[in-house]
Every structure is written in C-alpha cells, then in structure tokens.
C-alpha cells in the first residue's frame, strides 16, 4: 500500500487526473475498475474519480510497491551521471527561481538529447532535496518565460504549481514588465521612441519580417526603448519589450535600421563579421536584464512591485566599455 498525500501543487484537479499523472502507463480503465473495487480511496472512502482534490487530501493505492513502479515508468527523471552546473541565481525561495541564462543555454530543450534551463532546474531542485521522485511524478517545475538559445538573461521558473500558474498569467497578460540591454549598430538619433508594426513569421526558414502596413498574416507588436550611450559606431539601448513575439526586438531594431551587433540572423554580416575577428563574438548582444513584478493580490503578492536584475555578460559589458557606451 502507498499513501500520497495532496500538497498545495496537486490540489484543485480532480482525482483522476492526479492518478493519471502518478500511474501513467496504467490504461484509464484500469484506475476506474481499482477505484470501483476500493483499492484506491480517497480518505479513506470509496471515489468515482470526478472528486476535486484538496491540500491535505488522502489518496491510498493498495497495490504492491511493484506495481505502482510498473505503472509509473517514465515519470521521473534520475539526476544526471555527469556533472550539471546549475546557472547563477538571482532570486530564490519556496515558490519561484530566477536564473540568470548565459548564451547557448537553451530555454526548453528542442530534441530528448539537449540539456535545457529546464532539465538544470529540475537537477537542482532534486540534489538541493526541493524534489522528490513522487513529487516529480504528478508535479514538473519549469520555466515561465522563453529567451533565444543566444540571448542571454533573467529566466523565472515556478518551483509549485501556484506561482507557476500565477506567473505564467503575469507573462501571458503582459502585466510583468520585461527590460533588455542590447548593442546595435550605428547612433540612434531619437533618445526614446515607441515603435509598432506587423509582424511575419516564415516558418520553414524560422524568420520574422516586420511591415508598418497590417497583413493578413501579420501580428502586431510593440517594442519601446531609450538610449544609455550612443556614438557613430554604435548605441546601447533599454528596450521595452511589450508584445513579446519571436525574435521581436531583433527583427524590429533591424527594420529601423539598428541591428543588433553580433545577430547574424538580421544584422549586418560586415559588422558581425569584424566583431568576430577582433572578440571572438558570435551572438547577438542582446540580454534580458530588468524584471519588474506587477501588484497583485495572489500566492506572489509578497513580490509585487520588486525589481530583478541580471547582470550584463562579461563579454558584452568588454564590447561596450571598448566602443565607449558603458
């Protein structure tokens, strides 16, 4: 017999999505004839499956310990053999993390082989003791928010289920204000500008153009910045991303005739090509710097109006120093 008990992250779903999660090589069939035949109760009583978990609920399979690990294969992840570094940490406590993403770390992983901010999380929470395998089972922590494989920054996770929630609504309802640092091409002449467009992602080349005109296939996005340093050669803006789309300020910076140094994807290849030879640079200088949390009355209302700051990569923070913007 195994006893699990309902914690703040499994409550609100109904029973048998939580058994689902737990066993999930066992066929549906198979938990509604266990829970009809009283081998799994719900404290202490006979469930039909449709009842809405509570923290503190009781939830008993009297199954052999061989069988629940029959029926749940695949639902934990062993921590890694090798070594896996976990990245710098800005802010930590019970219910949210946030790391600071170097350039070639990626966000979520793209193919079963990669190791992602994610796959790092998950370690981490594992070998510090914050996760359990039976925990990991009905619950997987995870990042909030998306950066580029070269975009460096601030990446928020939830560690439970209500800040992920909560915080994944702040990102979804724009409420949460998301700052970058980049360095583009060329002296920005206005010292601030709100700029909007359309938006148009090619999916098969994985590129966005950007039109003032809106399209049938276009999206509109919104992206505000102001200048810190500026020269002939280059600027050092904050941009205010607003609508947050792919590859947004890239594209949007580039359409007005700034593009971001290092981005080879719609930079200036002559440019980018320097930069390489003279810092071995080869992404864009781009990073997402400032976080800052929106009022709210929810499980997160205890960081309303608090600011996060990743400090700039030590490459970027050379380049800029060099080219006299920092």
């Known amino acids: 017999m195994q006893e699990l008990h309902v914690t703040a992250n499994e409550a609100g779903q109904r029973l048998d999505k939580l058994l689902a999660k737990f066993l999930n090589q066992a066929p549906k069939s198979f938990l509604y004839k266990m829970m009809r035949k009283k081998n799994i109760v719900l404290n202490g009583k006979k469930c039909t499956g449709n009842e809405k978990l509570k923290q503190g609920d009781s939830i008993k399979l009297f199954f052999s310990d061989e069988t629940i690990e029959k029926f749940s294969a695949g639902t934990y992840v062993t921590p890694k053999k090798e070594k896996i570094n976990m990245l710098p940490i800005i802010y930590e406590d019970e219910q949210v993390l946030l790391m600071n993403k170097p350039v070639g770390v990626l966000s979520q992983k793209a193919k079963d082989s990669d190791v992602s901010a994610v796959e790092i999380l998950i370690n981490y929470l594992i070998e510090t003791n914050q996760l359990s395998k039976e925990q990991f089972r009905t619950f997987h922590p995870s990042i909030c928010n998306r950066l580029d494989r070269n975009t460096s920054g601030i990446l928020v996770a939830g560690k439970t289920l209500p800040a992920l929630q909560e915080m994944n609504r702040f990102f979804k309802e724009r409420t949460i204000a998301k700052y970058y640092r980049c ?65 947004q300020i890239r594209a949007h910076l580039a359409s007005i005739g700034h593009p971001i140094i290092g981005d080879y994807k719609y930079g200036d290849k002559q440019i980018n090509e320097m930069y390489r030879q003279e810092y071995g640079l080869k992404s864009q200088l781009l990073h997402a710097y400032r976080l800052e949390m929106p009022s709210s009355d929810g499980s997160l209302a205890y960081l309303n109006d608090k600011k996060f700051v990743a400090e700039l990569p030590d490459k970027f923070i050379k380049i800029c120093k060099d080219k006299g913007v920092l």
């Open 183 to 247: 360095l583009v091409k060329g002296r920005v002449i206005k010292n601030e500008d709100y700029i909007k467009g359309y938006l148009v992602k090619d999916q098969k080349t994985n590129k966005v153009s950007i039109t003032k005109k809106k399209t049938e296939e276009g999206v509109p996005i919104e992206t505000e910045y102001c200048v810190i340093q500026s020269n002939d050669e280059v600027s050092l803006l904050e941009v205010h991303l607003i609508t947050g789309k792919t590859h």
